[in-house]
């Protein structure tokens, strides 16, 4: 049964996750043909953290105590940061990321199972920890997704 609810979730994220897409049309189509979809559905969200899929959240960061405001967000000492986000999109935990070009700071949107992991990340980041970011961080519940994530 275990395998069956780790099936449903993958394909009920996927419809959520990418509403449009030709994955979804088959993923729904799959969806109506398990016997007692609806039951299962209806227990999704402690189904979908025991099965250990993972939500997205978004860090947005913004200039901290020591980020330098005579240079762009392209010259601040950012090379343990930007290791760290190699290591994270290495092992699947980062999704996107990037500065935002008004030297506001930026935002990451990683996969983690729960809160407590994803302020585990952000609070790991050197960036943070050195302050030269401060972060806000929000669950991120995708609606609508023109790319491929």
């Known amino acids: 049964m275990n395998s069956i609810i780790k099936i449903v979730c993958f394909l009920l994220t996927l419809l959520i996750i990418r509403p449009l ?13 398990v016997p007692n979809a609806n ?7 402690s189904k979908i953290q025991n099965a250990g899929i ?4 978004a860090i947005i960061y913004s200039p901290g105590k020591k980020y330098d405001t005579n240079k762009t967000v392209y010259k601040q000492d950012l090379k ?3 290791l760290y986000l ?19 700071g930026g935002m990451l949107i990683i996969r983690a199972s729960d809160e407590a ?5 952000a609070n790991k980041d050197p960036a943070v920890f050195n302050q030269v970011f401060i972060y806000k961080m ?3 519940d ?8």
């Open 21 to 33: 897409t030709t994955e979804a049309l088959v993923a729904n189509k799959i969806l109506k043909s």
């Open 39 to 45: 039951q299962l559905i209806d227990t999704l969200p």
């Open 54 to 57: 993972r939500k997205l959240y």
């Open 80 to 82: 343990e940061h930007g």
């Open 86 to 104: 190699q290591q994270l999109s290495d092992n699947g935990t980062l999704v996107l990321a990037g500065p935002f070009t008004n030297d506001a």
């Open 117 to 121: 992991a994803a302020l585990n990340i």
């Open 138 to 140: 929000t669950v991120w």
């Open 142 to 149: 995708i609606r609508f997704n023109t790319i491929k994530l």
